[in-house]
């Protein structure tokens, strides 16, 4: 037996959408991640200061604060200044992927989530974050 794609790492999975969110923690739970969940970008920054996840999935779109201010304010936060987020978008414009990527995430999933491949995607991206930077 091999570990399960996820070996119990932490992810913070932050969207206001109740399918995209319940999709994302069971395909994630059934690989064996871990997960936490906020439906809003301020109850997820508290979260992230608080549960320190190994990778925060940050839905751009969001009620309120949006997921690229919520990074930033991450990122003020020594405490979460490391934590790896990945920007997960339904947008696939290039002019967006550019502004995420120079936001600071450390990657762009594209919504809606191809299933067989996000499980791997998510550990790829906890694996590169601990790689020195
Ligand atoms: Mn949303």
Not at 49 to 64: R, T, Y
Not at 83 to 90: C, G, S
Not at 107 to 121: E, S, T
């Amino acid at each position: 037996m091999t570990a399960p794609i996820g070996d119990s790492r932490l992810v913070l999975i932050v969207e206001d959408n109740e399918k995209n969110l319940k999709l994302a923690r069971d395909l994630l739970q059934y690989h064996g991640f871990r997960t936490i969940e906020a439906t809003d970008a301020e109850t997820g920054l508290r979260m992230a200061a608080e549960s320190l996840p190994d990778i925060i999935l940050m839905d751009v779109e969001l009620p309120g604060m949006d997921g690229v201010t919520a990074l930033q304010r991450l990122r003020e936060d020594a405490v979460t200044a490391a934590i790896t987020v990945v920007a997960v978008t339904a947008s696939v414009m290039p002019v967006d992927q550019e502004r995420f990527a120079s936001a600071g995430f450390a990657g762009i999933i594209v919504k809606p989530i191809d299933v067989k491949a996000f499980p791997g995607q998510v550990r790829g991206y906890c694996d590169s974050s601990r790689a020195p930077q």
